[in-house]
């Protein structure tokens, strides 16, 4: 099986950095997602880490290493509309395609 | 392109009663995926279909549930004499082969409420 951690709730000001760590044990691992959901909302794909090292994509970015089995996600810039859950999920790979989530950090960002 | 469709958005249902929910995936998507999230947690897997081979399920789903993709295009959950604990958004997820292995297209979800 797998279980990740994530911290539940992080605060942060407006135009300022972020980062959310995600811990994560596992009987297989495939690499590390993120997903962003805004409250009654859909939860949408940010990033893939399948290798150890930092991905970024405009303003977000995100890091692994295998080694330490852990992850985390860089938000810069932060802007209002950032205030949503972040989502950390492993996949198991092996011809699987199920994702394990987290259970989510709630990112307040405040003026 | 218009996204993940799930309907319906809402469904009260009284307890014992069947449910169904519809998923219409991206279209040229060939893999289509459910899950189930409840307040505060994150979403968890129920099954997975490649075309229209349901290829992995969960343990989670019982045999209560059945989920179906007949035709390789739109997909439908059912839920068999419902009990208050199957209370939850379900959302469905489709992706292509060729994209990022676990980056997935998520629709708005339905939210059954079991009285």
């Known amino acids: 099986g797998q279980s990740l951690e994530q911290p539940s709730e992080v605060t942060a000001v407006e135009g300022a950095i972020v980062q959310i760590n995600c811990t994560y044990q596992t009987s297989g691992f495939y690499g590390l997602s993120w997903y962003q959901q805004h409250d009654g909302g859909a939860p949408t794909f940010l990033s893939y880490n399948a290798l150890d090292g930092l991905e970024e994509t405009g303003r977000f970015s995100s890091f692994l290493s295998r080694s330490d089995s852990y992850g985390y996600l860089l938000l810069q810039e932060l802007q209002m509309k950032d205030s949503a859950s972040y989502f950390c999920?492993?996949?198991?790979?092996?011809?699987?395609?199920?994702?394990?989530f987290g259970k989510g950090t709630k990112l307040s960002v405040i003026p | 392109d218009t996204g993940v469709s799930q309907n319906p958005r809402h469904k009260i249902t009284k307890r014992g009663q069947n449910v169904t929910f519809r998923c219409d995936p991206i279209?040229?998507?060939?893999?289509l995926y459910w899950y189930r999230q409840t307040l505060g947690q994150g979403p968890e897997f129920l099954t997975y279909?490649?075309?229209?081979?349901?290829?992995?399920k969960s343990r989670l789903l019982s045999d209560r549930f059945s989920a179906e993709r007949p035709k390789g295009s739109f997909s439908t959950l059912e839920i068999q004499r419902t009990e208050q604990g199957d209370s939850a958004m379900y959302l469905c997820?489709?992706?292509?082969?060729?994209?990022?292995?676990?980056?997935?297209?998520f629709g708005s979800g339905t939210r059954l409420t079991v009285v």
């Open positions: 279209s040229e998507h060939n893999r």
């Open positions: 999920a492993a996949g198991s790979g092996a011809g699987s395609y199920q994702l394990t």
């Open positions: 997820a489709s992706s292509s082969e060729q994209g990022s292995n676990y980056g997935y297209t």
């Open positions: 279909f490649q075309n229209e081979a349901q290829l992995e």
